[in-house]
């Protein structure tokens, strides 16, 4: 089944992993396996103002991860050399490419930062098993790794996304235009 990465969901888990330390400590949490019925169970679709909120919220912490002289301007180069360290970060086997356990480690510990001294919850459990779903998405060929390509290009699509105007920077001119939806391909 391929699985798909909507616009929703990635605002979600950018939202809640970008406002901590790419390098926060992880522990693994259990994760209850889920049936294939809970699997392809709707979801309620996000309201009008959830996904505003969600915008917004992926805005700012778009930010603040990716804004690294804070000028209030992202440029490629800023958004490429984050990227980079956290694909050398995650990389922990040192192969080039990224492995599900450690791009859902990496993803754990900074949604674990988010969650401080908060007990984890159904929430937590969700996103967590969210980050295996988009390795799959993320995984274009199938071979149960994400190469440095197939990171890049999603990288490459965020940032051209985000860039509103198309002129190579991440301004908050290019934050207060509509987004559409992204091709689902």
């Known amino acids: ?11 979600m888990a950018t939202a809640l992993s970008a406002t901590a330390s790419a390098q926060a400590p ?3 949490v259990p994760v209850p396996a889920t049936t294939p ?3 392809e169970a709707p979801r ?3 309201t009008p103002e959830q996904i505003a909120a969600m915008r917004a919220r992926f805005r ?9 002289d804070r000028d209030g301007v992202v440029t490629r180069a800023e958004y490429d050399a984050v990227r980079d360290g956290v694909f050398r970060r995650t990389d922990t086997g040192h192969d080039g490419a990224l ?3 450690e791009y859902v480690a990496e993803f754990e510990g900074r949604l674990r930062a ?13 996103a967590i098993a ?8 993320i995984d274009r060929d199938r071979d149960l790794s994400i190469s440095r390509a197939e990171y890049d290009a999603v990288a490459a699509r965020t940032f051209d996304r985000a860039d509103a105007n198309k002129d190579g920077r991440v301004t908050a001119e290019d934050a207060s235009v509509p987004h559409a939806e992204p091709r689902r391909n």
């Open 114 to 126: 988010t969650y401080a001294d908060k007990p984890l919850d159904e929430a937590f459990r969700r």
């Open 60 to 68: 700012a912490n778009f930010f603040t991860q990716y804004d690294t």
């Open 44 to 46: 309620p679709r996000p």
């Open 130 to 137: 969210q980050a295996s779903r988009r390795f799959e998405s």
């Open 26 to 28: 992880s522990t693994a």
């Open 1 to 11: 089944m391929a699985t798909r990465l909507s616009l929703t969901t990635l605002l």
């Open 37 to 39: 019925q809970a699997e």
């Open 99 to 101: 492995s599900e356990a």
